[in-house]
């Protein structure tokens, strides 16, 4: 069948679907904070009802209760809808999020980041426009514009919309393994778009994420916080020695005897070896967990030749992550090393530190409790339960070694695995030429940096073939300020969407 009119609709009425995205941005549905949840849940509600609104059945499954910020409060609902049922058409399943990260205008957005604000430039700025709210609703107008047109959805269509993908995908998993024989029993393939382009020009298919483990360590001395005029802590002996030399030698221009020199660094011990800082501890045991070039290996997958030859052919230059990152302090310097740093290597990153001050002006407290977040991104064929092991083990002997009364403790909050699937599969056969259909370009085949774990669990569940198709560019900054969707992404997304869905009708399986 045809799509010249679904793309002619589009075009004429992208604005309108522009407005709609709008709407969602607007919902500030950070599932991060207590504060947002019941903006989570109205989102959720949200897509309940526009698929209603055509026709879906839609099921909303509530996955349990977490506790959050000391307060045990709801998830989120999983948005499960259904739209067709003919037993002769193959059946898609299509996975995205509602939740988004937080945001605030202080952080550094140039505009309000729940209100969408396009560009002269077609960039349309907004927390959730491309991750992931755009390529979720995105779903919802392909069905829209098919029943408008009076064509026929070529597939059985179902979806799964989570809300808490941005906090670890909570609950997700247990549904969807109960749910495999009945809910997703017929599922024919998965489709996911929420990912990028590899630069900023040229369409991709993704086959590979690697997976995250995040850590949380919480070192804790003093009952409260304390003043560090009063409790402030002592260096080494030795350290102490060099302190008292230099100034009183500078002061008095005197010789030193060893028992004057040994008084006045026992003095300066005293004076200040009142508390343990959790603060000093801390930081001296996140500096031990990686170094400034990023090494940290363990069972990772060779580079096999295969592999390789797809590093030599993809459209990717140092120019497009010097622009994403607005910057060039890169590690590495060749494409080919900065990609399999982000696809196919693990990474440690730093990412914060809960209960230290961190406001404006200054401020001369000793936290008595404070917590290191940090994470590790995973690849073939490293273990989570091991990778979590040797952490604790490192930590712990570390720490040790400091000889310090405070009391530490090492938790990962969630583990999720990675994932690589088969590119010669016919879901990605048909997604290829939908790309080709809409770009008139043979996509690049890509692994990525970030992950997403159900993309794992959808294929062990359900033992079918998982396909990511991005919607947006590496650019796009998704997490960071100023995320944005360009207009013509999400335009000849929709189209790209559609077309996909009758290309997997097309294909022989």
Same mark, same amino acid.
């Given at each position: 069948?045809?799509?010249?009119?679904?793309?002619?609709?589009?075009?004429?009425?992208?604005?309108?679907?522009?407005?709609?995205?709008?709407?969602?941005?607007?919902?500030?549905?950070?599932?991060?904070?207590?504060?947002? =949840?019941?903006? +989570?849940?109205?989102? /959720?509600?949200?897509?309940?009802?526009?698929?209603?609104?055509?026709?879906?059945? +839609?099921?909303?499954?509530?996955?349990? #209760?977490?506790?959050?910020?000391?307060?045990?409060?709801?998830?989120?609902?999983?948005?499960?809808?259904?739209?067709?049922?003919?037993?002769?058409?193959?059946?898609?399943?299509?996975?995205?999020?509602?939740?988004?990260?937080?945001?605030?205008?202080?952080?550094?957005?140039?505009?309000?980041?729940?209100?969408?604000?396009?560009?002269?430039? /077609?960039?349309?700025?907004?927390?959730?426009?491309?991750?992931?709210? /755009?390529? +979720?609703?995105?779903?919802?107008?392909?069905?829209?514009?098919?029943?408008?047109?009076?064509?026929?959805?070529?597939?059985?269509? #179902?979806?799964?919309?989570?809300?808490?993908?941005?906090?670890?995908?909570?609950?997700?998993?247990?549904?969807?393994?109960?749910?495999?024989?009945?809910?997703?029993?017929?599922?024919?393939?998965?489709?996911?778009?929420?990912?990028?382009?590899? /630069?900023?020009?040229?369409?991709?298919?993704?086959?590979?994420?690697?997976?995250?483990?995040?850590?949380?360590?919480?070192?804790?001395?003093?009952? #409260?916080?304390?003043?560090?005029?009063?409790?402030?802590?002592?260096?080494?002996?030795?350290?102490?020695?060099?302190?008292?030399?230099?100034?009183?030698?500078?002061?008095?221009?005197?010789?030193?005897?060893?028992?004057?020199?040994?008084?006045?660094?026992?003095?300066?011990?005293?004076?200040?070896?009142?508390?343990?800082?959790?603060?000093?501890?801390?930081?001296?045991?996140?500096?031990?967990?990686?170094?400034?070039?990023?090494?940290?290996?363990?069972?990772?997958?060779?580079?096999?030749?295969?592999?390789?030859?797809?590093?030599?052919?993809?459209?990717? #230059?140092?120019?497009?992550?010097?622009?994403?990152?607005?910057?060039?302090?890169?590690?590495?310097?060749?494409?080919?090393?900065?990609?399999?740093?982000?696809? =196919?290597?693990?990474?440690?990153?730093?990412?914060?530190?809960?209960?230290?001050?961190?406001?404006?002006?200054?401020?001369?407290?000793?936290?008595?409790?404070?917590?290191?977040?940090?994470?590790? =991104?995973?690849?073939?064929?490293?273990?989570?339960?091991?990778?979590?092991?040797?952490?604790?083990?490192?930590?712990?002997?570390?720490? !040790?070694?400091?000889?310090?009364?405070?009391?530490?403790?090492?938790?990962?909050?969630?583990?999720?695995?990675?994932?690589?699937?088969?590119?010669?599969?016919?879901?990605?056969?048909?997604?290829?030429? !939908?790309?080709?259909?809409?770009?008139?370009?043979?996509?690049?085949?890509?692994?990525?940096?970030?992950?997403?774990? +159900?993309?794992?669990?959808?294929?062990?569940?359900?033992?079918?073939?998982?396909?990511?198709?991005?919607?947006?560019?590496?650019?796009?900054?998704?997490?960071?300020?100023?995320?944005?969707?360009? =207009?013509?992404?999400?335009?000849?997304?929709?189209?790209?969407?559609?077309?996909?869905?009758?290309?997997?009708?097309?294909?022989?399986?």
């Amino acid at each position: 069948m045809s799509l010249e009119s679904f793309y002619e609709y589009i075009d004429k009425n992208q604005d309108h679907y522009v407005r709609r995205l709008g709407e969602a941005v607007a919902i500030p549905s950070v599932s991060g904070t207590v504060q947002h =949840r019941p903006e +989570v849940v109205r989102m /959720g509600h949200w897509l309940e009802a526009e698929l209603k609104r055509l026709g879906a059945s +839609v099921e909303l499954r509530h996955p349990g #209760k977490q506790e959050l910020e000391g307060q045990v409060i709801d998830l989120p609902p999983i948005v499960l809808a259904t739209y067709g049922n003919d037993p002769a058409k193959k059946t898609v399943l299509v996975y995205g999020h509602y939740d988004v990260q937080p945001a605030l205008k202080e952080d550094g957005w140039a505009t309000d980041p729940f209100t969408l604000v396009e560009d002269s430039q /077609g960039r349309m700025f907004g927390r959730g426009s491309t991750d992931d709210k /755009g390529p +979720v609703i995105s779903w919802i107008w392909t069905i829209e514009i098919h029943q408008k047109l009076g064509l026929d959805l070529p597939v059985n269509l #179902k979806m799964c919309f989570e809300g808490m993908e941005e906090s670890g995908s909570e609950g997700l998993d247990d549904i969807i393994y109960a749910e495999a024989d009945k809910y997703f029993k017929d599922v024919d393939c998965v489709c996911i778009s929420d990912n990028y382009w590899l /630069g900023t020009t040229k369409p991709c298919l993704t086959y590979g994420l690697r997976g995250v483990s995040y850590f949380m360590l919480t070192v804790s001395g003093p009952g #409260k916080d304390l003043h560090s005029g009063v409790f402030g802590q002592s260096r080494s002996p030795a350290d102490a020695l060099g302190i008292v030399r230099s100034t009183t030698q500078a002061a008095r221009s005197v010789p030193w005897s060893a028992h004057a020199e040994s008084s006045r660094a026992n003095q300066l011990t005293l004076a200040l070896d009142q508390v343990h800082e959790p603060m000093t501890d801390l930081i001296h045991l996140m500096h031990k967990l990686v170094t400034p070039e990023g090494k940290i290996l363990d069972d990772v997958a060779p580079v096999t030749a295969d592999e390789d030859k797809i590093y030599k052919a993809l459209d990717f #230059k140092m120019d497009d992550i010097y622009n994403a990152i607005d910057a060039k302090n890169t590690i590495h310097d060749t494409t080919k090393e900065v990609l399999m740093s982000r696809w =196919r290597f693990p990474s440690l990153s730093l990412h914060g530190i809960e209960g230290a001050f961190y406001s404006p002006g200054a401020k001369t407290v000793i936290p008595a409790k404070v917590v290191g977040k940090f994470s590790i =991104r995973t690849v073939p064929n490293q273990d989570p339960d091991k990778i979590t092991e040797l952490v604790k083990k490192h930590v712990e002997a570390e720490f !040790a070694k400091l000889g310090s009364k405070n009391k530490i403790s090492i938790e990962c909050g969630h583990a999720g695995k990675w994932w690589v699937a088969d590119i010669n599969n016919w879901n990605y056969t048909a997604a290829s030429n !939908a790309i080709q259909k809409i770009f008139g370009i043979v996509p690049d085949y890509t692994r990525e940096g970030g992950s997403i774990p +159900v993309t794992l669990t959808f294929q062990e569940a359900l033992k079918t073939s998982v396909l990511l198709l991005p919607m947006g560019r590496s650019d796009d900054g998704a997490h960071s300020i100023n995320e944005k969707l360009d =207009r013509s992404n999400y335009i000849e997304g929709i189209k790209l969407l559609a077309t996909y869905l009758h290309e997997v009708a097309a294909i022989k399986a």
